[in-house]
């Protein structure tokens, strides 16, 4: 399961030494703001905060729309992510996250070793790796032995995105989740899901985003779906808001890959809001 994300990694930093080596009198521009967070709501983009800040984040998400009115379409019930990312330099960044959703922890690595070439040098795109592990915190069924590994999972993510204009990007995103315990005779530990993200800007600071995972079938049981996300990112530099509608509940890898069970065409949407806010140790500048 390891060692395929590793040969990804490994090819992809040596084209990157190769192919972003330059003379020492050019200078590079590299593009910016490609996609206007680290996320683009549920899943990891190409950009990385810089190194030192921390990234204070919120993700919240109401119940269903289609539970109508006797939960005020949904606004009644609410699942939350809180986590706290990290730059360790300005191309390598951590996280650890907590989540209401089956009471989860999570972390992950980031290390992004392509960056697109605005002027002056002929890299087309960019590419980040992202590693990540989550562990279930709910009570242990009884009657049967429980072991700590049996509440971890693992997640592999190439990304590679490209900024076609000043208002346009997109990303692919081939999605690994390894889930350590499953009825393995009818289903898989390692769950494939291929994803496209997209960015539209509509005004200065304001964007449309979709997030879209295909899964290929026989992986995981029929009730789940693909997840679907639209949403609107509102950036003010030190802040960004992203209200979005989504059909997945669980804002991590395994929940939203391998769980998502509400469809749209039923109205099983759910609204919600993430709020990113970069603390910098040296203030704001």
């Given at each position: 399961m390891y060692r395929l994300p590793l040969l990804f990694l490994l090819a992809f930093a040596t084209l990157s030494a190769s192919a972003q080596f330059f003379p020492e009198d050019t200078v590079v521009v590299y593009t910016?703001?490609?996609f206007?967070?680290?996320?683009?709501?549920?899943?990891?983009?190409?950009?990385?905060?810089e190194k030192d800040v921390l990234d204070f984040r919120i993700?919240?998400?109401?119940?269903?729309?289609?539970?109508?009115?006797?939960?005020f379409f949904g606004l009644d019930n609410a699942t939350m992510r809180i986590s706290f990312d990290y730059g360790i330099t300005n191309d390598i960044m951590i996280g650890i996250g907590r989540s209401?959703?089956?009471?989860?922890?999570?972390?992950?690595?980031?290390?992004?070793?392509?960056?697109?070439?605005?002027?002056?040098?002929?890299?087309?795109i960019s590419a980040a790796y992202v590693a990540s592990m989550s562990m279930n915190g709910l009570d242990q069924p009884s009657g049967r032995k429980n072991y700590m590994?049996?509440?971890?999972?693992?997640?592999?993510?190439?990304?590679?995105?490209?900024?076609?204009?000043?208002?346009f990007s997109a990303q692919l995103m081939p999605l690994l989740v390894h889930r350590n315990l499953i009825d393995s005779t009818q289903y898989k530990h390692d769950v494939l899901g291929i994803g496209v993200g997209l960015k539209q800007k509509i005004l200065p600071s304001i964007t449309l985003n979709l997030e879209y995972f295909y899964l290929p079938p026989n992986q995981i049981s029929d009730q789940y779906t693909h997840p679907l996300t639209l949403g609107i990112d509102i950036n003010t530099g030190w802040h960004t808001f992203q209200l979005h509608f989504t059909n997945a509940t669980g804002t991590f890898e395994k929940a939203y890959l391998t769980q998502t069970s509400n469809k749209w065409k039923n109205g099983d949407i759910h609204f919600g809001f993430n709020i990113s806010r970069y603390f910098h140790p040296r203030g704001f500048h």
């Open positions: 910016t703001k490609t206007y967070s680290s996320r683009i709501v549920n899943s990891h983009t190409t950009e990385n905060i993700n919240h998400r109401f119940g269903v729309l289609s539970d109508g009115y006797k939960t209401t959703y089956e009471k989860n922890l999570d972390g992950f690595v980031k290390y992004r070793f392509l960056k697109q070439i605005e002027k002056n040098g002929k890299m087309p590994t049996s509440r971890l999972s693992y997640g592999h993510q190439l990304i590679v995105a490209r900024k076609f204009s000043k208002a």
